[in-house]
């Protein structure tokens, strides 16, 4: 299970929310507790006149209201039936220490998976605000876990919860098809979670990490009238990264995401620029230790640290740049710019790894590598092991693998079985006579580095 907690500042943009989720069938009103009335019995006037009411005793806080959004793991949303999603609701609620506050449990069934929100006020009966202080951290925390336990529920490590985080908050494509208030919602959310968390330097760095949402900010093409007039719109993305939708205008959003206001963040965050390097930096270096067999295995490897890495190629399928998100520190880096001998720059990241800078060579050497390896092994097995099969190297046999010379490239030297039997190079003569021309073709093909 996951806890969201949030403060927002406007009660009837929050009680809105859910309200027209309910009226447009993609949401029930579950539970109304510490109301006058029954759940279906509540008009909108009296549901907000209660929280109002309550808040106009405390004149002096600025944040007066909590919104819970409790989700549970994607395999197991079939549990949330409205008798056990009342419960949860209301011992989540008591052991926070809102049993006895008016609040509303919704259950919404149009995102990505079922989950449920409760909306209720900080201000108690007698005028006093309920402290916030380490909530979500020193009282959710502990909460979920004994929830977890408690009712057999799928238990959220750290990385998981990252994930699922960035999962949940991904602008659920599908509700494209309702429309503009529904693409500018789910817009929305996600911009308030990555413009306020995520240090960024420019448009490009933000709209890397705006795509692992579902989002991109455009600014159109070059020379158009928007472009020259500094406008900017918010796009939704399909599963193919192809814009989907009506565009929204960032004037139109709440937070007003203008491109003026982009480019105070930038400068912002330029300040905080060397704050996550090393971090990121020792992350990098981690997986290359790890010796992936292609550029794939190192995203994937990097994926397990929280890290989402971007490869960007140009149209002959050349890796020309390489942008990393960390996740746990919130920051955005091309690599070449986390040192100033461009170590995690494309070229020398491959390098490192002993990679092709064309990904399809690398993916044939993999699979002849990987060939090879298996054979081998197959040959020089001792009886007593002759029956054991092995898919993948273990960390010793890739210790054997003969050391790159200085005068040899690295896919050739891949190439190379042990033993001193016949280099696999032969069977790959086609393909690099073909590589050698296309290689001529494009030697002019110097794009800047990332």
Request: net charge positive; no cysteine; proline share 4%.
């Amino acid at each position: 299970m996951r806890p969201q907690i949030s403060y927002p500042k406007s009660l009837s943009r929050v009680l809105n929310y859910n309200e027209n989720k309910v009226k447009d069938g993609k949401a029930l009103l579950l539970a109304a507790v510490n109301f006058l009335k029954n759940p279906d019995e509540l008009k909108y006037r009296e549901k907000y006149d209660t929280f109002k009411d309550r808040m106009d005793l405390n004149t002096r806080a600025d944040t007066k209201l909590l919104h819970v959004s409790l989700n549970l793991h994607p395999s197991e949303t079939h549990k949330l039936t409205p008798e056990f999603s009342k419960v949860l609701a209301t011992e989540f609620m008591e052991k926070m220490g809102f049993g006895d506050q008016p609040y509303l449990v919704y259950q919404h069934f149009d995102a990505a998976h079922l989950h449920l929100n409760i909306v209720t006020t900080l201000i108690k009966e007698d005028g006093e605000r309920i402290n916030t202080h380490y909530q979500a951290k020193e009282k959710s925390e502990p909460i979920r876990k004994e929830l977890e336990e408690k009712y057999g529920l799928i238990k959220v490590d750290k990385l998981d919860k990252a994930a699922e985080k960035r999962q949940a908050l991904a602008l659920d494509t599908r509700s494209v098809q309702y429309g503009r208030s529904e693409t500018l919602r789910g817009i929305t959310n996600v911009l308030d979670h990555v413009l306020l968390t995520y240090r960024y330097t420019s448009l490009e760095q933000l709209n890397t990490v705006l795509k692992g949402f579902n989002v991109i900010a455009d600014r159109g093409k070059e020379g158009s009238s928007m472009y020259e007039n500094r406008g900017l719109y918010y796009r939704a993305l399909d599963e193919n990264g192809q814009k989907i939708g009506v565009p929204i205008k960032a004037s139109d959003i709440y937070s007003k995401p203008t491109l003026d206001e982009l480019e105070r963040h930038f400068k912002d965050n330029q300040q905080q620029a060397e704050k996550g390097k090393q971090s990121l930096k020792t992350k990098i270096d981690w997986q290359i230790s790890q010796q992936p067999l292609s550029l794939r295995a190192f995203q994937q490897g990097l994926e397990k640290e929280n890290v989402s890495l971007v490869i960007w190629q140009n149209e002959q399928g050349r890796v020309y740049g390489l942008t990393f998100v960390d996740h746990d520190k919130k920051t955005v880096y091309n690599g070449s710019d986390l040192d100033k001998n461009k170590e995690y720059g494309a070229k020398r990241i491959m390098e490192r790894m002993g990679l092709s800078l064309f990904p399809e060579e690398g993916k044939k050497a993999e699979k002849l590598f990987q060939k090879d390896l298996n054979n081998s092994a197959a040959h020089e097995r001792s009886p007593a092991n002759s029956t054991a099969k092995q898919s993948q190297p273990d960390r010793n046999e890739r210790s054997k693998l003969p050391e790159l010379s200085n005068d040899t490239s690295p896919l050739t030297e891949l190439m190379q079985p042990k033993g001193g039997g016949q280099s696999l190079n032969h069977a790959l003569k086609d393909d690099e006579e073909e590589r050698r021309r296309n290689r001529h073709q494009h030697t002019n093909d110097n794009s800047l580095e990332r």
